[in-house]
């Protein structure tokens, strides 16, 4: 069965910047629909009827600009997690910074360059399918481990994490949540923890269209194909705790819990601050880096 294109809203006041966004993302992939203000696109949101797996957004508007309607997007739950690509002409980390606090984690400056807009919007993209695929996922988990207290489990590849990932978020409240921020937490212990896959060579691979063999290749190798990543589940009175572990060097993680403007225009990073806004109510790293700790209210 043929992929159906992904829907991508498009939201910008200049005539000539949508016709370019058009030109450039006339793709069969995907079918956009472009409107000219934010009261707009958020009638089209709420009314169309349309699931949008992505929203590309002027940050400069009159009436309600990108960061207002970015806010209003994050806080209704029925679009909350739609990917956003603000679109600007200014990249002043302040600026920068506010939209991705409101919840922009992929950026694009003016003017567009045509590899750059097709790399961000793929990526957003890629981010959008997984976590969709991921939910659906969710109905293949049975109940019957519902009451489950605690356990261990081990992972090698990034296909057992997921499916894992599946698995436990079956058992927190909101389980189309909770498996984006395990998911993230779990993959990144296979890439960058047991496999040693740094920041800007995942960034080259990536642009090069060879990370998915990186990945098995390094799995196959020593010192690599021996290592297990780990993650364990308890539950408390009022909280569920997950603990994800790898056999890796460690990171400085700090950075990368809080999405930064430097990294706002890279095409991966995000992971990790991510999983923290979307899924986890704490989140830190332990024994440098190789053990991630999310926690989860039981009551909101």
């Known amino acids: 069965m043929p992929q159906e294109p992904f829907n991508i809203l498009v939201v910008d006041d200049e005539p000539l910047n949508l016709e370019i966004i058009s030109e450039l993302l006339s793709d069969p992939r995907y079918r956009l629909r472009c409107v000219q203000d934010g009261i707009q696109a958020w009638e089209v949101l709420q009314g169309s009827g349309v699931d949008f797996d992505l929203i590309v957004l002027d940050r400069m508007m009159p009436g309600i600009d990108g ?6 997007i994050r806080s209704d739950r029925r679009f909350a997690d739609i990917p956003v690509i603000m679109q600007t002409a200014v990249s002043h ?3 920068v910074l506010e939209g991705i606090h409101r919840g922009a984690y992929y950026y694009l400056t003016k003017p567009y360059e045509h590899d750059m807009l097709m790399a961000v919007v793929g990526a957003a993209i890629e981010f959008r399918a997984k976590q969709k695929g991921l939910r659906r996922r969710l109905s293949d988990v049975h109940d019957v481990f519902a009451h489950m207290r605690q356990a261990l489990f081990e992972f090698v590849s990034l296909v057992e994490a997921r499916q894992l ?3 436990l978020a079956k058992l927190c409240p909101a389980p189309e949540v909770a498996v984006i921020g395990l998911a993230e937490l779990m993959v990144n212990a296979v890439e960058h923890g047991n496999l040693e896959i740094g920041f800007q060579e995942k960034g080259r691979l990536s642009m090069e269209g060879r990370w998915t063999a990186e990945i098995e290749r390094r799995l196959s190798l020593p010192p690599y194909r021996d290592r297990v990543a780990t993650v364990s589940f308890e539950r408390g009175p009022q909280w569920i705790r997950f603990r994800v572990r790898d056999q ?5 993680w700090r950075e990368y819990l809080e999405m930064s403007p430097d990294r706002a225009f890279e095409m991966h990073g995000r992971g990790i601050a991510m999983a923290k806004a979307l899924t986890f109510k704490d989140l830190t790293y332990e024994d440098g880096g190789r053990e991630a700790v999310g926690t989860i209210p039981l009551n909101g």
């Open 67 to 72: 960061i207002e309607l970015l806010a209003r």
């Open 93 to 95: 980390p302040s600026d």
């Open 165 to 167: 990932a599946f698995f």
């Open 248 to 252: 890796g060097n460690g990171f400085d």
